[in-house]
Nanobody
């Protein structure tokens, strides 16, 4: 059974940085594609970033390119999201997600329905 636990959210000012972590418990973390999504109140979860099973490939939604960086430490079973130059529009609940088996293709890894496991979410609030 896979469990995901996010941490690192908080209240910051515009321009500040935060690093989110996602602790993976279960077997074979290094075989999972891992992603971050975010959810605004009343809306669906939106794709933010994804990294392949070995961390060698990644992708981002356009709005965070150049500001956010996804990484993983397969020895520590942990996924990260470094968020720099935060903006008020980054305010959301951030979720990590895991899946394995889908093709490495943006038609799949940007969709929340592709992912089998989800964390409980961590709130990020950016004040202006």
């Amino acid at each position: 059974q896979v469990q995901l636990v996010e941490s690192g959210g908080g209240l910051v000012q515009a321009g500040d940085s935060l690093r989110l972590s996602c602790a993976f418990s279960g077997r074979a973390f290094s075989t999972y594609t891992m992603a971050w999504f975010r959810q605004y109140p009343g809306l669906q979860r939106d794709f933010v970033a994804v990294t392949s099973y070995n961390g060698g490939t990644w992708d981002y939604v356009d709005s965070v390119k150049g500001r956010f960086a996804i990484s993983r430490d397969n020895a520590k079973n942990t996924l990260y999201l470094q968020m720099n130059y935060l903006k008020p529009e980054d305010t959301a609940v951030y979720y990590c997600a895991a899946e394995r088996g889908a093709p490495w293709d943006s038609r799949y890894y940007t969709r929340s329905s592709t992912y089998d496991y989800w964390g409980q979410g961590t709130q990020v609030t950016v004040s202006s």
